[in-house]
């Protein structure tokens, strides 16, 4: 199973959204999470740390500005997106990344305490 580290510069990026009030606050995530054609897409006018921004986890081990080098996308490259950060708490925690999993629920939680 691959490790990950928190990607710090997607988190802060998160916080900014938040505090812009660049959300979504109901959505299906099996509906609006970017899939492969979206990913090129947003990679073919914008850089790889733009990309990386998207992105809470860092895949140990592989190499920079592959999209395998991240994981845990929580936003549509627009806005982020409450249903997004639940995904990301969950498939975290089910995958025992506990640094990711407390990033993601601090900006849940910043985010829930934002739009109240």
Known sequence: MAAYSVNRRAVARARRLIEARQYVLE??????Q??????NRFLASHSWAEY???HL???????????????????DFRRIHRSGLIACVYRAAEWRHKNVELAAHR????LDKTRS
Do not use: H, M
Request: hydrophobic share 30%; net charge negative.
């Open 27 to 32: 959505s299906d995530w099996g509906d609006v």
């Open 34 to 39: 970017p899939r492969t054609d979206d990913e």
């Open 52 to 54: 990386a921004e998207w």
């Open 57 to 75: 986890g860092l895949t140990e081990g592989a190499e920079d500005e592959t999209k395998a080098r991240y994981g845990f996308v929580y936003g």
């Open 107 to 110: 900006l849940l939680q910043l």
